[in-house]
């Protein structure tokens, strides 16, 4: 099961672009790099999911390396409301392990 | 409208009492799962089940107990055996079968308190 390290904090101010870099080293062949996206008391939410190179979708934008030992999430023109955990996964969806996450914080 | 239920949101339970947590889908998802939540931390694995009828343990399976009798449910027994039953218990539920890295749908969690 590969193991993810991702910061446990970063602070931002709104209208900026926030950077999560994720590393898995040891990131099997077949494992797809998933985000999710926590506030309080609700449950996680899947934010974006990609295998490799770049992926992007209305909300986020996932890089992913060639040797795909890691992968950065890229929050554009953060609000207050983006103020969450985020969670990076690797692995197939039965053995998925959520760390402790990176809380963001976006200030005025 | 699809997704996941789970009831009731808020949950007491005395000492030495069972209880069992409610959680239901409507996306006709294969597989399903139980975390559960302590405060600051990430959600660990209790249980988690593939297709109907069977189940595996997670990483922190010891005092709970789940049944898997029909797709949509799969319910999570809290026993007495569960020394610190107190956390935020989050259920999910994803494609499952041959699809083995879509992602997990959850449920809004069930937090469960020890009178």
């Known amino acids: 099961l590969a193991k993810t390290t991702q910061p446990i904090s970063m602070d931002s101010y709104e209208g900026q672009e926030v950077n999560i870099t994720c590393s898995h080293n040891?990131?099997?062949?077949?494992?797809?790099i998933t985000w999710y996206q926590q506030f309080p008391s609700q449950g996680p939410r899947f934010i974006i999911q990609?295998?490799?190179t770049k992926v992007t979708n209305e909300v986020a934008s996932l890089f992913i390396p060639a040797d795909r030992k890691s992968s950065t999430l890229s929050l554009p023109r953060v609000s207050l409301s983006d103020t969450a955990v985020y969670y990076c996964?690797?692995?197939?969806?039965?053995?998925?392990?959520f760390g402790a996450g990176t809380t963001v914080t976006v200030r005025a | 409208d699809g997704g996941i239920t789970q009831s009731p949101k808020y949950l007491f339970r005395k000492e030495g009492q069972n209880v069992t947590l409610s959680c239901e889908q409507n996306?006709?998802?294969?597989?399903m799962y139980w975390y559960r939540q302590d405060p600051g931390q990430g959600l660990r694995l209790i249980y988690y089940?593939?297709?109907?009828?069977?189940?595996q343990k997670g990483d922190i399976a010891e005092g709970y107990s789940v049944s898997r009798e029909k797709k949509e449910s799969f319910p999570l027994t809290v026993t007495s055996a569960q020394k610190n039953p107190t956390a935020f218990y989050l259920c999910?539920?994803?494609?499952?079968?041959?699809?083995?890295?879509?992602?997990?749908?959850f449920g809004d969690g069930t937090r469960l308190s020890i009178l």
């Open positions: 999910a539920s994803s494609i499952g079968g041959s699809y083995s890295n879509q992602p997990q749908h």
């Open positions: 089940s593939q297709i109907v009828n069977d189940f």
């Open positions: 996964l690797v692995g197939p969806d039965y053995k998925l392990s």
């Open positions: 040891n990131i099997a062949t077949n494992d797809y």
């Open positions: 990609g295998y490799k």
């Open positions: 996306l006709n998802h294969d597989a």
